[in-house]
């Protein structure tokens, strides 16, 4: 049976810049620290950076940038939109943030165990990943899709293909994962597999000055549905 496996997600809000933002974020942050339940965060004069090791995620504050980063297990990540809506939801509450910009990245696993979908994904390394066709040997093969803006906003681009399990640290920051927590998440992948990264955003309109919080909040859960159909149905179309 095919599994979809869920392994990374970023929420990102960009706001506006404000100089306000620097005499709030250091007491927000340290607010958010304890919500989170951690001891590990970093400041410098422009930004401020919370990390839970245990949860594999951190939170981001900047003048013009508010994320969430998340690579922590499936149980966490299915969970992890709904959580970081309420981090940062708090973030731009308690600082007056004014939202300009959503964003959310999803990157997935899909681990196929029948011999037509295994076939499909040595194929896709024999014909495009050959050092006969490209030159050199490679450990993921992809094609893009590029999403055009919409008039409400919203744009996007998702990368599918195949990847060897090692090509995934490419995905992993150094700020909130240890060594050896980047090393069992690449070893709880499969061997080979099909993967999924979705990037979408959507920006004011000029009809509104802002992104209220409400529909950031929803623009992000609709999102992340939409980013789960899409593997599924990426899935279904691998079995034909």
Same mark, same amino acid.
């Given at each position: 049976?095919?599994?979809?496996?869920?392994?990374?997600?970023?929420?990102?809000?960009?706001? /506006?810049?404000?100089?306000?933002?620097?005499?709030?974020?250091?007491? !927000?942050?340290?607010?958010? #620290?304890?919500?989170? $339940?951690? @001891?590990?965060?970093?400041?410098?004069?422009?930004?401020?950076? !919370? &990390?839970?090791?245990?949860?594999?995620? &951190?939170?981001?504050?900047?003048? $013009?940038?508010?994320?969430?980063?998340?690579?922590?297990?499936?149980?966490?990540?299915?969970?992890?939109?709904?959580?970081?809506? /309420?981090?940062?939801? #708090? %973030? !731009?509450?308690?600082?007056?943030?004014?939202?300009?910009?959503?964003?959310?990245?999803?990157?997935?696993?899909?681990?196929? +165990?029948?011999? /037509?979908?295994?076939?499909?994904?040595? =194929?896709?390394? =024999?014909?495009?990943?050959?050092?006969?066709?490209?030159?050199? $040997?490679?450990?993921?093969?992809?094609?893009?899709?590029?999403?055009?803006?919409?008039?409400?906003?919203?744009?996007?681009? !998702?990368?599918?293909?195949?990847? %060897?399990?090692?090509?995934?640290? #490419?995905?992993?920051?150094?700020?909130?994962?240890?060594?050896?927590?980047?090393?069992?998440?690449?070893?709880?992948?499969?061997?080979?597999?099909?993967?999924?990264?979705?990037?979408?955003?959507?920006? /004011?309109? +000029?009809?509104?000055?802002?992104?209220?919080? $409400?529909?950031?909040?929803?623009? %992000?859960?609709?999102?992340?549905?939409? @980013?789960?159909? &899409?593997?599924? &149905?990426?899935?279904?179309?691998?079995?034909?």
């Amino acid at each position: 049976m095919a599994t979809i496996l869920p392994v990374k997600t970023i929420l990102e809000y960009r706001v /506006k810049p404000s100089l306000s933002f620097y005499s709030a974020y250091h007491g !927000v942050g340290k607010e958010l #620290q304890s919500l989170m $339940n951690t @001891n590990d965060w970093a400041c410098a004069t422009h930004t401020l950076e !919370v &990390r839970d090791f245990k949860k594999r995620y &951190r939170l981001g504050l900047a003048f $013009n940038r508010f994320f969430v980063e998340l690579d922590g297990d499936e149980s966490q990540q299915r969970i992890a939109v709904s959580h970081a809506t /309420k981090l940062l939801g #708090q %973030a !731009v509450e308690k600082m007056s943030s004014e939202i300009i910009q959503v964003g959310l990245r999803q990157f997935f696993a899909l681990e196929v +165990d029948g011999a /037509k979908e295994a076939q499909l994904v040595k =194929k896709l390394f =024999k014909i495009f990943g050959s050092p006969e066709f490209i030159g050199v $040997n490679v450990d993921d093969v992809s094609y893009t899709f590029e999403i055009d803006p919409r008039p409400d906003g919203m744009r996007g681009r !998702v990368i599918c293909g195949a990847m %060897a399990r090692g090509q995934w640290v #490419q995905f992993a920051p150094s700020s909130h994962l240890k060594p050896l927590e980047i090393e069992n998440i690449v070893q709880s992948l499969p061997e080979e597999f099909l993967f999924l990264d979705s990037d979408f955003i959507k920006v /004011k309109s +000029d009809d509104d000055a802002v992104i209220k919080l $409400n529909d950031a909040v929803e623009f %992000a859960q609709g999102q992340e549905k939409e @980013n789960i159909s &899409r593997a599924r &149905r990426l899935l279904r179309q691998v079995k034909g």
